[in-house]
């Protein structure tokens, strides 16, 4: 069953209510599946918001996770992607020792060469920025590691959108709202 697990995100719209991402985690919870990372903020909608999580599980349980989450009363939608049905990045935080950064050639370089930003700079600390892909970000924590200078290190949750032309949940809300207008129109004749 393990060999069977695969990385998935999880992308769930919803009203912007309080107790929402509790109701959300709580299906992770009761399903046994790790949460890895999960992103929320305001979408593109006014009073929506979007969850970005992911795990590793099973398809059967990420379906099971997606329909159960879907259920949810302020949930609109949830959909699952595998990583070659989206667009990725994360952002991570280094704080580097300024001493060990001045002394070694090498650590500016690395920071070059995986084309990340200085963005601080003071004679106690360096704080270094990268964006990208999970493993991009974590070969700079890595490559940095090994001079033994990192002293603090952070990464975002990840975001994500689809591949594809249409947002899925713009077609669910014309679809919501055609629904909603042909019983409206019903009542008034009937």
Same mark, same amino acid.
């Given at each position: 069953m393990e060999q069977d697990k695969k990385f998935y995100t999880?992308?769930?719209f919803s009203e912007n209510f309080a107790g929402v991402l509790n109701q959300v985690t709580a299906v992770f919870t009761r399903r046994q599946v790790?949460? !890895?990372s999960l992103n929320v903020s305001a979408s593109?909608?006014?009073g929506v918001h979007k969850y970005t999580i992911t795990c590793w599980t099973t398809e059967e349980q990420i379906v099971i996770i997606t329909k159960q989450i879907e259920k949810k009363i302020d949930v609109l939608q949830a959909n699952y992607f595998t990583d070659d049905e989206i667009f990725i990045q994360e952002v991570a935080l280094y704080k580097l020792a300024t001493p060990v950064v001045i002394d /070694?050639?090498?650590v500016s370089e690395e920071v070059r060469r995986h084309g990340a930003q200085i963005v601080e700079v003071n004679? /106690? $600390?360096t704080v270094v920025t990268k964006k990208g892909r999970t !493993?991009?970000?974590m070969s700079l924590y890595h490559a940095l590691n090994q001079w033994n200078c990192v002293l603090q $290190?952070?990464?975002s949750g990840r975001i994500a959108i689809t591949k594809s032309c249409i947002e899925y949940l713009d077609r669910f809300l014309a679809e919501r709202r !055609?629904? $909603?207008e042909t019983q409206k129109k019903q009542k008034a004749n009937g």
């Amino acid at each position: 069953m393990e060999q069977d697990k695969k990385f998935y995100t999880l992308i769930v719209f919803s009203e912007n209510f309080a107790g929402v991402l509790n109701q959300v985690t709580a299906v992770f919870t009761r399903r046994q599946v790790n949460i !890895e990372s999960l992103n929320v903020s305001a979408s593109s909608i006014k009073g929506v918001h979007k969850y970005t999580i992911t795990c590793w599980t099973t398809e059967e349980q990420i379906v099971i996770i997606t329909k159960q989450i879907e259920k949810k009363i302020d949930v609109l939608q949830a959909n699952y992607f595998t990583d070659d049905e989206i667009f990725i990045q994360e952002v991570a935080l280094y704080k580097l020792a300024t001493p060990v950064v001045i002394d /070694t050639p090498q650590v500016s370089e690395e920071v070059r060469r995986h084309g990340a930003q200085i963005v601080e700079v003071n004679p /106690t $600390y360096t704080v270094v920025t990268k964006k990208g892909r999970t !493993e991009d970000i974590m070969s700079l924590y890595h490559a940095l590691n090994q001079w033994n200078c990192v002293l603090q $290190y952070v990464r975002s949750g990840r975001i994500a959108i689809t591949k594809s032309c249409i947002e899925y949940l713009d077609r669910f809300l014309a679809e919501r709202r !055609e629904s $909603y207008e042909t019983q409206k129109k019903q009542k008034a004749n009937g």
